[in-house]
């Protein structure tokens, strides 16, 4: 390493030792690091510091386990020299930062060797670390898992009418229904979408009255052409269903602005007991521009009307030239939004940068402060701040290091599973589990895992039955958890 890498690791060795102490005062979220069970992977001696910087420096995005990594479609190609490039140079249209400055060339090759044992190892690993059973045992209760729909490629979101039709979609733009007789339609009318990087078509919601007026709205990352290249924004409209078609579709939120970044587009919807839609939005990968900018819209969680106009009492609505639908900003990647079934406030899950993904309670107006307070560090290992809270920003109520990659969130509500109630549920994409956030007095005081290796999560969802349901990833499936007596 350089001198200034030096600098950088010995700044990184630092924070890791202070801020777990920081964080064990608070919560009990330090404790995951010390979870064997999810570390080791090939002897970290085998090739150089390889497996142990892949852990610092590729696990937040591409997971713990090289050996989940590389059992992934290439792209870039898996020889030694195209393996080399994407980690040298990077993808960074794709969101892979660049590492020729951050490591040696001697360092790169040994990631790449490591990369290409993981790959010749593949089908050594093949089931490895699976969920082997669908009936599994939590600390309140038996849950088995039964499959509501199976062989899906990334299920991003669902929601459910009163009758306990499942409504569903796919990051790559499909609209479908599980019936309650089990058989699937697939829904048409959908608007021009693209699924491209960390976007597509991300998420479902019903009208709060979809039983009358049978509306339901979708977001997703929309494209557009400027000057020959394709840009993208995050969008949300909504429409009629009658038989299987979504019709009279209307737009009613862009983020603009558009830009060619496929990455940190949020999303999520959720109307909240007064019948408003929260949306949320990421930073787009722009943290110096957007989220502290109250003209701009990523890194927002927005609120409007159910038509899309602007609530009377939004925060902003006195501020001439803020963007009237922003309720909270300084936001970096919130992929989960869900409202408390008693306060009614809404709550966020975001990705934070390496070792500061959050769970926030949004409240309106304020500022959550990223990116200039944050817990985490830049993925090639620079930080950005020293600072983890600053005067008039809000804290996180929860804080994970390492990171697990929220994504979608619910609130435990309703009485098939009583001593988790007004609990926030959690998936990770990350670690492949359902994190139970333990929340008494407004304060998330203990965290449960759930259902260790059951692939990565994307969303979790409650029925009006109140039963949970989690959508995984790779083979995409959706799971609804039945307690069993
Ligand atoms: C900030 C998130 C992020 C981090 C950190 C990161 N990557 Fe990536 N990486 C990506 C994305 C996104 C892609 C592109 C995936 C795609 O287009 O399917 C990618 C692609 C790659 C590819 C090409 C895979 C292919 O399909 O050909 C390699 C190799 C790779 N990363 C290795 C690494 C290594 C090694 C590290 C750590 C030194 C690392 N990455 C850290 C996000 C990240």
């Known amino acids: 390493m350089s001198h200034k890498s030096n600098v950088m690791l010995r700044n990184l060795i630092l924070l890791s030792l202070i801020i777990p102490m920081i964080i064990t005062c608070s919560t009990k979220s330090a404790t995951l690091s010390k979870d064997k069970s999810t570390t080791n992977d090939l002897a970290s001696n085998d090739f150089g510091k390889a497996a142990e910087n892949y852990k610092k420096f590729c696990a937040g995005c591409h997971g713990e386990k090289m050996q989940a990594f590389v059992d992934r479609k290439w792209k870039y190609g898996k020889s030694t020299e195209e393996i080399y490039k994407s980690i040298a140079v990077g993808i960074t249209d794709a969101g892979m930062p660049a590492y020729e400055a951050a490591f040696s ?80 339609v697939s829904i048409t009318g959908l608007p021009n979408l693209k699924s491209v990087g960390q976007g597509g078509l991300m998420e479902v919601e019903l009208h709060p009255n979809f039983e009358v007026n049978k509306r339901i709205y979708l977001g997703f990352t929309k ?29 009613i939120f862009e983020a603009a602005e558009y830009s060619t970044s496929r990455h940190h587009f949020g999303h999520r919807l959720e109307f909240d007991k007064n019948g408003l839609l929260f949306i949320s939005i990421g930073d787009r990968g722009k943290e110096k521009e957007n989220p502290q900018d109250l003209t701009k819209y990523p890194g927002k969680i927005h609120r409007m009307n159910d038509d899309g106009s602007i609530p009377a ?59 200039l307070a944050s817990y985490g560090i830049n993925y090639n290992g620079t930080t950005f701040t020293d600072k983890t809270e600053i005067e008039g920003m809000l804290n996180p109520e929860k804080v994970w290091i390492p990171s697990i990659a929220p994504s979608g969130t619910a609130f435990v509500r309703g009485d098939k599973y009583p001593k988790w109630k007004n609990d926030l549920m959690v998936g990770s994409l990350r670690f492949n589990y359902l994190s139970r956030c333990i929340i008494k007095d407004n304060k998330v005081v203990d965290e449960e895992l759930l259902f260790k290796g059951v692939g990565r999560m994307r969303d979790v969802q409650i029925d009006k039955q109140g039963f949970l349901y989690i959508a995984v990833e790779n083979p995409g499936a959706i799971y609804k958890l039945v307690p069993v007596k």
């Open 105 to 184: 060339k001697e360092e790169i090759t040994d990631l790449v060797q490591f990369i290409q044992k993981g790959l010749e190892n593949q089908s050594l690993f093949e089931g490895a670390q699976k969920l082997t059973s669908s009936t599994v045992k939590t600390n309140d209760y038996t849950i088995r898992l039964d499959t509501m729909v199976y062989g899906l490629e990334i299920p991003w979101g669902m929601d459910f009418d009163k009758a306990g039709n499942m409504y569903f979609v796919e990051k790559k733009g499909t609209f479908s229904i599980r019936k309650t007789d089990g058989s699937i």
């Open 223 to 251: 494209p557009k052409d400027i000057n020959g290249t394709e840009n993208y924004t995050t969008a949300v409209v909504y429409g009629t269903l009658v038989g299987n078609k979504l019709t009279d579709l209307k737009e």
């Open 313 to 371: 009492d939004n925060p902003f609505v006195n501020n001439p030239t803020a963007v009237k639908s922003i309720y909270s900003y300084g936001h970096r990647n919130p992929q989960g939004i869900s409202i408390h079934p008693e306060t009614g406030q809404i709550w966020d899950s975001e990705h934070g940068p390496r070792g500061g993904d959050e769970v926030n309670i949004c409240l309106p107006g304020k500022n959550f402060g990223w990116p």
